[in-house]
């Protein structure tokens, strides 16, 4: 599987705009870039996937470099629960493939 | 949106005996479903991929006599940790897959095994 690099951990306020790099330069043309964020003693969620345009949905945006060795993740107005884990995946949409394999994340710490 | 229910959140048990977890898609057919577990403060780590009528595909170096995996049905998987000891309390995770490769993936909420 092609790896991502994340830093290990990131801190933002609350209510300002967060910015999760991701890199994964050996990124193939059929990986779809995934992210997943887990809660403390949850199971982790879908937050946000895409291939080579940039992704808006309710919960975040995608932004994928023109060259789609690296990510980043936006948060656009951080609250406390979006403190968690964030993932980035890369996962292969060539054959019947659904595994996903989680590297170490992000800690996102939201100050007060 | 598509949902995954597992079953206990949490479980305590003596050391010998067996636990089984449940995973059901409730909202969709999934064809492949994932086991995970997770240790404090790490990563989640893939047991197995579980497909529905045949048997389970571990990784390297997890025990599939240990960890029996059952897929049933397109909505249930089910894992049973068998002759429990102190070092298989996790926090073990399962996911449903439906649609092509490249769809994400759906998650069951945990649960958390405690082996006394």
């Known amino acids: 599987d092609a790896k991502t690099t994340q830093p290990n951990s990131m801190e933002s306020n609350e209510e300002e705009p967060v910015h999760l790099p991701c890199n994964h330069s050996?990124?193939?043309?059929?990986?779809?870039i995934h992210w997943y964020r887990q809660l403390p003693s949850q199971g982790p969620e879908y937050v946000i996937h895409g291939l080579t345009s940039n992704v808006n949905n309710r919960m975040a945006s995608l932004a994928i470099a023109e060259d789609r060795k690296s990510s980043t993740l936006i948060l656009h107005r951080a609250t406390l629960r979006d403190a968690a884990v964030y993932y980035c995946?890369?996962?292969?949409?060539?054959?019947?493939?659904?595994?996903?394999?989680f590297g170490k994340g992000t800690l996102l710490t939201v100050n007060p | 949106g598509a949902v995954v229910s597992q079953h206990p959140s949490r479980v305590i048990c003596k050391s010998g005996t067996s636990v089984k977890i449940e995973c059901r898609s409730l909202d969709f057919q999934a064809t492949t479903m994932f086991w995970y577990r997770q240790f404090p403060k790490q990563s989640l780590m893939l047991m197995a991929t579980s497909n529905e009528g045949s048997k389970a595909t571990y990784e390297q170096g997890v025990e599939k006599d240990k960890f029996l995996i059952n897929h049933a049905s397109l909505t249930l998987s089910t894992l049973t940790v068998t002759s429990a000891h102190p070092e298989d309390s996790s926090f073990y995770i399962c996911?449903?897959?439906?649609?092509?490769?490249?769809?994400?993936?759906?998650f069951g909420n945990g649960t958390r095994l405690t082996v006394t």
């Open positions: 996911s449903a897959a439906f649609g092509t490769a490249g769809s994400p993936l759906h």
């Open positions: 995946i890369l996962k292969n949409s060539g054959g019947s493939n659904y595994k996903l394999t």
């Open positions: 050996t990124i193939s043309g059929t990986d779809y």
